[in-house]
């Protein structure tokens, strides 16, 4: 069986992160935003080839462009079992997605 790596962004606000953009917030379906689209998480997705390449099993999550909050989160973690996980972690968001990291820091024991 292949090792599991979970890839994601945290739950919580939806924001242009990393790829040398601004980590503005932005929301696609508001007429206000300054940005009207979201951005593919690819530097998760350049690690996800790397992983995949070395015959791991990536999974790969954006959930706020799934609009998935914290409960979904913590539900998803408890049915993928995920071995590895790696989150992107944004300063303007920092606590929520800390929030996001003690989840799974309880749904690790839950796992084993």
Do not use: H, Q
């Amino acid at each position: 069986m292949k090792t599991k790596v979970l890839l994601f962004n945290p739950p919580g606000k939806i924001l242009i992160r990393g790829e040398g953009r601004s980590d503005s917030e932005t929301d696609p379906d508001s007429s206000l935003a300054a940005a009207k689209w979201i951005y593919p998480p690819m530097n998760l997705a350049y690690g996800a080839a790397c992983f995949r390449e070395a015959d791991f099993l990536p999974l790969l999550r954006d959930y706020p462009a799934e609009r998935k909050k914290l409960p979904e989160f913590e539900k998803e973690l408890l049915e993928l079992k995920p071995d590895i996980c790696i989150t992107n972690l944004n300063p303007s968001s920092e606590k929520e997605d800390l929030v996001a990291v003690e989840k799974l820091n309880l749904a690790r024991n839950k796992i084993k």
